[in-house]
Antibody, heavy 116, light 107 residues
Framework: EVQLVESGGGLVKPGGSLRLSCAASGFSFSSYTMNWVRQAPGKGLEWVSSISPTSTYIYYADSVKGRFTISRDNAKNSLFLQVNSLRAEDTAVYYC?????????WGQGTLVTVSS | EIVLTQSPVTLSLSPGERATLSCRASQRLGNYLAWYQQKSGRAPRLLIYDASNRATGIPARFSGSGSGTDFTLTISSLEPEDFAVYYCQQRSNWPITFGQGTRLEIK
């Protein structure tokens, strides 16, 4: 069974940082592109970032470029998102998503709240 | 950036009725259009990919159609568990984008 379990969210002050993690199991993690998608409270879905299986190709939404860094550790079946210089508008649930062409499995999400 | 516009924003129907949800793209997509269902407090679930292919385990009452810039998700006969928010998504061009969602509510 495919499982994606996010962690690392929490309450952080504007300008602060967090490192989000996603533990993957039940599939060959190193064979899949992985993504982060976020959802602000009461709002729609926003794609944040993608990373290819060997980290060769990395893409970011313009809204996070230069502040967020996606990475992965295939040996540990883990996906990460380093989020820096956080703003109030980054408050959202962050989902780890497997890209089976399309986005076929989603984790339950981790909540990041940016507030003073 | 490809903008996806979903209509209507809210759709009020009764169980047993047919639901038709629209997604219009600002540029041609080919068939790289997917539909997701999201219930309150839950992660989205893939319903349809490549415009018309049902994902594993998705009931036959869900169908997708369209190409180019105009796409449709149809639910042939609504079940109580179908009332949720539905999003379309394109992966034809970077950045990947989602529509703003259609809320399907019980009338």
């Amino acid at each position: 069974e495919v499982q994606l379990v996010e962690s690392g969210g929490g309450l952080v002050k504007p300008g602060g940082s967090l490192r989000l993690s996603c533990a993957a199991s039940g599939f060959s993690f190193s064979s899949y592109t992985m993504n982060w998608v976020r959802q602000a409270p009461g709002k729609g879905l926003e794609w944040v970032s993608s990373i290819s299986p060997t980290s060769t190709y990395i893409y970011y939404a313009d809204s996070v470029k230069g502040r967020f860094t996606i990475s992965r550790d295939n040996a540990k079946n883990s996906l990460f998102l380093q989020v820096n210089s956080l703003r109030a508008e980054d408050t959202a649930v962050y989902y780890c998503v497997r890209d089976g062409n399309p986005f076929d499995y989603w984790g339950q999400g981790t909540l990041v709240t940016v507030s003073s | 950036e490809i903008v996806l516009t979903q209509s209507p924003v809210t759709l009020s129907l009764s169980p047993g009725e047919r639901a038709t949800l629209s997604c219009r793209a600002s540029q041609r997509l080919g068939n790289y259009l997917a539909w997701y269902q999201q219930k309150s407090g839950r992660a989205p679930r893939l319903l349809i990919y490549d415009a018309s292919n049902r994902a594993t385990g998705i009931p036959a009452r869900f169908s997708g159609s369209g190409s180019g810039t105009d796409f449709t998700l149809t639910i042939s006969s609504l079940e109580p568990e179908d009332f949720a928010v539905y999003y379309c998504q394109q992966r034809s061009n970077w950045p990947i984008t989602f529509g703003q969602g259609t809320r399907l509510e019980i009338k």
